[in-house]
Structures are given as C-alpha cells and as structure tokens.
C-alpha cells in the first residue's frame, strides 16, 4: 500500500471550488475511536459527503476508503468540516475535505467525476 501524499492547502482551497457530482457508492471512514459506514452522496476532488450516522465530529481526520466498481478502493484522509442533521438535531452525514490522497486517487476521482457529468452515477459494488 502506497504512502498517502499531503494536499497543499492552496490546492485544497481550489479544488472546493469544483464541481460536485452526485455519486452513490460505499463509503467507510475510521478515526482513532471509531469506524464508521455510510454511502456517498456527492464527490469532488476536493472532498465528499457521507450520509451516515453517527457521524465523526467536526475537525476529526478520518480515514477514508471509497469503493468504486471493480477497481481497488480509493484511500484518503480527510477532515470532517461540516456535519449535516435533521429537524431531531440527529446527524444524518457529514462533509469531508480532503487533506491526503493516494498518489493514484486523485487520477481515480477525475476519472469518476467524468464518468458521472450531470447525471447521478450509482455505483454497484
């Protein structure tokens, strides 16, 4: 398994502004004390959602793992920024920058993002 690179923070900043797609597959997130599962909802280069719950608190690294068809899953670290909750107050997903990519994720994510155009993408694991 290949060292996850850091995101220089002007990139980060830039890649939020990209568009997101709507893009449904499996998620798993883990930080220090928990792990947790979930389906995304949107992608960019720049981050994801997670609908899940519970969900990590806001400024936790988490350690991410998107599964994309038959290729091997995507790894990333990402910070959680924003945490999404219904009209009970219970988190319903999360939002996540991504501060650490593979060397291969970023070129897996471009790809995906592509694919998806305008449309909503599910994708079949």
């Known amino acids: 398994m290949s060292t996850p690179l850091p995101v220089p923070s002007t990139e980060v900043e830039e890649r939020r ?5 709507a893009v449904e597959a499996y998620i798993s997130a883990s930080s220090q004390t928990n792990f947790y599962t979930g389906w995304t909802d949107n992608i960019s280069e720049g981050g994801v959602f997670i609908a899940m719950s519970p969900c990590p608190a806001v400024g936790e690294l988490v350690h991410i793992n998107v599964r994309v068809g038959q290729e091997p899953p995507v790894a ?8 999404r909750q219904d009209e009970r107050g219970e988190a319903t997903g999360c939002g996540v920058q991504f501060v650490m990519l593979q060397p291969r ?14 449309a909503p993408l599910l994708v079949d694991t």
Do not use: F, K
């Open 105 to 118: 994720a970023a070129e897996l994510l471009q790809g995906l993002l592509a694919v998806a155009g305008q």
């Open 17 to 21: 502004r990209t568009p997101r797609r």
């Open 76 to 83: 990333a670290i990402g910070e959680v920024r924003w945490v």
